[in-house]
Structures are given as structure tokens and as C-alpha cells.
């Protein structure tokens, strides 16, 4: 220990350190009236302030720590979280459609309902359309599918659909538009998730240093 203002660590704060080589980034802030210390300054060892200074205020810690940017650090880190397992949970989604690229069969489907949406989407909005179709083993199939723009089934009242025979159920329009609620959003979110975890890489840098343990 040393006296009040002083830079000196405990045994167990000096244990610590020799068992965990990841230190947190700190910066020396002199007290009121105490001249500006050189950028990166680190007081030897055994320092203790002079007693001609003026006294520094009640609770006055000499050392800085950077508290926004590990605020900024823990924000990233759980919004990376956030979002890679929303990009896992999605492209999960969206691997349902998969056996279509090799078993996909394509019909033409009725038209049950139409509603377009042009704020649905990008590009060109969100058509859902409600559609029944026959499977080639004769089953009437009904289920709801979409695309971008507003199409031209309104007008004819069908549309071609592709299904996978095996899960009747599973089905696209054939230009193979997902919906964002089937998880077509997976790869901005991992793109998404890549960036946060690059920021936190970078951010980590300045806010952490590591010392590796003495062999």
C-alpha cells in the first residue's frame, strides 16, 4: 500500500496481475494544480506524491479508465452476439427451401387471394399471394407465397410455383424470392454480425493490452 494518491498495488492486485496476462488500457490524469504528465506516462515504482503539490481532492484516483469505450465494447459485443444468432436462425429458415435446387418440381398455381405491399420490401416491394395447386400425385396443396414487385397474377390469376415432392408444403414462387420472415435476411445479418466483430476487435486494442506470463 502507499499513501493517499499513490500509485502502489496490493499483493493481491499484484497476483492478479502476474495470473491474468490481459490488463485493461489506463492513463495517468494528474490532480488539480499538478502539472500535465507526457503522453503514455507510468509513475516508477515506489512513487508517492510530493508533498508541495497541492492535495488532491477526496477519493481522487490518478488513474484514468476509458469508461466509454468499454461501454461501447460490451454494446458490441452483444449486438454481435444478437446478430449471429439471428443470421444462424435465419439461414436454419431459409435451408428448408435447399431441395428445391434438385427436386423441385414446377406447376402453375391458382390464385386465391393477392395483396401487394410497396412498402413491403426492397426492391419493389412484397407481393403475398395465397395460392392452391395440385402436387403430381394428384394432392390439392394451398399455402401462401411471395415475391418482389407487384407480378401480373392479379391479372391472370395463376402463377408458377415450385414445390419439393417430398414436403408438398414447402413452396416458392419460381424466381425463388424468400421471405424475410423465412429468413432471406441471413446474410446482411452475418454481414452485420462480421462488422461488430471486427469493431470489437479493433476497439479491444485500444482499450486492453496483454503482457504474457513469464514462462
Given at each position: 500500500m502507499t499513501s493517499a494518491g499513490g500509485s502502489g498495488t496490493s499483493a493481491v492486485e499484484h497476483k492478479a496481475a502476474r495470473s491474468w496476462p490481459l490488463h485493461l488500457r489506463r492513463r495517468w490524469k494528474s490532480a488539480p494544480g499538478w502539472p500535465k504528465p507526457p503522453r503514455?506516462?507510468?509513475?516508477?515504482?515506489g512513487w508517492a506524491p510530493d508533498?508541495?503539490?497541492?492535495?488532491?481532492?477526496?477519493?481522487?484516483?490518478?488513474?484514468?479508465?476509458?469508461?466509454?469505450?468499454?461501454?461501447v465494447f460490451v454494446g458490441l459485443i452483444l449486438l454481435g452476439i444478437f446478430m449471429g444468432v439471428s443470421a444462424v436462425q435465419d439461414h436454419?429458415?431459409?435451408?428448408?427451401?435447399?431441395?428445391?435446387?434438385?427436386?423441385?418440381?414446377?406447376t402453375d398455381a391458382k390464385v386465391l387471394s393477392y395483396n401487394y405491399d410497396p412498402d413491403g420490401g426492397d426492391?419493389?416491394?412484397?407481393?403475398?399471394?395465397?395460392?392452391?395447386?395440385?402436387?403430381?400425385?394428384?394432392?390439392?396443396?394451398?399455402?401462401?407465397?411471395g415475391h418482389h414487385d407487384p407480378g401480373t397474377e392479379n391479372t391472370t390469376g395463376?402463377?408458377?410455383?415450385?414445390?419439393?415432392?417430398?414436403?408438398?408444403?414447402?413452396?416458392?414462387?419460381?424466381?425463388?424470392?424468400?421471405?424475410?420472415?423465412?429468413?432471406?435476411?441471413?446474410?446482411?445479418?452475418?454481414?452485420?454480425a462480421g462488422l461488430c466483430l471486427i469493431g470489437v476487435g479493433a476497439l479491444g486494442s485500444r482499450i486492453f493490452t496483454w503482457k504474457p506470463l513469464p514462462g
Amino acid at each position: 500500500m502507499t499513501s493517499a494518491g499513490g500509485s502502489g498495488t496490493s499483493a493481491v492486485e499484484h497476483k492478479a496481475a502476474r495470473s491474468w496476462p490481459l490488463h485493461l488500457r489506463r492513463r495517468w490524469k494528474s490532480a488539480p494544480g499538478w502539472p500535465k504528465p507526457p503522453r503514455g506516462y507510468v509513475p516508477p515504482a515506489g512513487w508517492a506524491p510530493d508533498p508541495q503539490r497541492p492535495t488532491p481532492p477526496a477519493k481522487w484516483s490518478h488513474w484514468k479508465v476509458p469508461r466509454l469505450r468499454l461501454v461501447v465494447f460490451v454494446g458490441l459485443i452483444l449486438l454481435g452476439i444478437f446478430m449471429g444468432v439471428s443470421a444462424v436462425q435465419d439461414h436454419a429458415k431459409s435451408r428448408r427451401y435447399a431441395p428445391l435446387d434438385y427436386r423441385g418440381i414446377i406447376t402453375d398455381a391458382k390464385v386465391l387471394s393477392y395483396n401487394y405491399d410497396p412498402d413491403g420490401g426492397d426492391p419493389g416491394g412484397w407481393t403475398r399471394d395465397h395460392v392452391s395447386f395440385m402436387t403430381r400425385d394428384g394432392q390439392t396443396i394451398s399455402a401462401t407465397v411471395g415475391h418482389h414487385d407487384p407480378g401480373t397474377e392479379n391479372t391472370t390469376g395463376t402463377i408458377r410455383v415450385i414445390y419439393d415432392p417430398l414436403h408438398p408444403r414447402v413452396v416458392l414462387v419460381t424466381d425463388y424470392d424468400i421471405a424475410p420472415s423465412d429468413g432471406s435476411n441471413w446474410p446482411a445479418a452475418a454481414i452485420f454480425a462480421g462488422l461488430c466483430l471486427i469493431g470489437v476487435g479493433a476497439l479491444g486494442s485500444r482499450i486492453f493490452t496483454w503482457k504474457p506470463l513469464p514462462g
